[in-house]
């Protein structure tokens, strides 16, 4: 029998570049409605083999550095014994620098398990901060690292 590619009690290191694109900026100057690259690592945990709780943290390259700590559930809609899976993901946190506002988002995308170590993912969400006063939409590419 062969071994699913996908399993629960999985603990994945996610190192990945970003790129932000800011939609509404409200009273946040500086930001305009550009794009900014950035990135971080995040740190899932598989409770089933379909579904994670995480804890992400990141940066944005913006004039002045936005930092961003936020904690995700992912939900894979995959067959279990195939390597390729699609996902839903969603979460809050803060965001933050030198003040902190809050922030929620939604999204999906991606992921291609190489081997049993090693996988590549892509994913988009929008996110909502500071009472939704600035949105913004974030693109992500990155390594999986299953331990």
Same mark, same amino acid.
């Given at each position: 029998?062969?071994?699913?590619?996908?399993?629960?009690?999985?603990?994945?290191?996610?190192?990945?570049?970003?790129?932000?694109?800011?939609?509404?900026?409200?009273?946040?100057?500086?930001?305009?409605?550009?794009?900014?690259?950035?990135?971080?690592?995040?740190?899932?945990?598989?409770?089933?083999?379909?579904?994670?709780?995480?804890?992400?943290? *990141?940066?944005?390259?913006?004039? *002045?550095?936005?930092?961003? $700590?936020?904690?995700?559930? !992912? $939900?894979?809609?995959?067959?279990?014994? *195939?390597?390729?899976?699609?996902?839903?993901?969603?979460?809050?946190?803060?965001? !933050?620098?030198?003040? !902190?506002?809050?922030?929620?988002?939604?999204?999906?995308?991606?992921? $291609?398990?190489?081997?049993?170590?090693? *996988?590549?993912?892509?994913?988009?969400? $929008?996110?909502?901060?500071?009472?939704?006063?600035?949105?913004?939409?974030?693109?992500?590419?990155?390594?999986?690292?299953?331990?």
């Amino acid at each position: 029998m062969e071994v699913p590619c996908f399993q629960a009690g999985e603990f994945v290191v996610r190192p990945f570049f970003d790129i932000t694109i800011f939609n509404e900026t409200g009273d946040h100057e500086g930001l305009g409605n550009d794009a900014y690259f950035g990135g971080g690592i995040a740190f899932d945990y598989y409770v089933t083999d379909r579904f994670a709780i995480g804890f992400e943290g *990141s940066w944005i390259d913006t004039p *002045s550095v936005i930092q961003g $700590y936020v904690v995700n559930a !992912t $939900y894979r809609i995959t067959d279990p014994m *195939s390597c390729f899976s699609v996902y839903l993901l969603g979460g809050g946190g803060v965001l !933050t620098n030198g003040s !902190t506002v809050g922030q929620a988002h939604l999204g999906g995308g991606a992921e $291609y398990r190489f081997s049993e170590v090693l *996988s590549a993912f892509a994913d988009g969400r $929008y996110s909502w901060a500071d009472g939704g006063d600035l949105t913004f939409t974030k693109v992500r590419i990155g390594l999986g690292i299953n331990l």
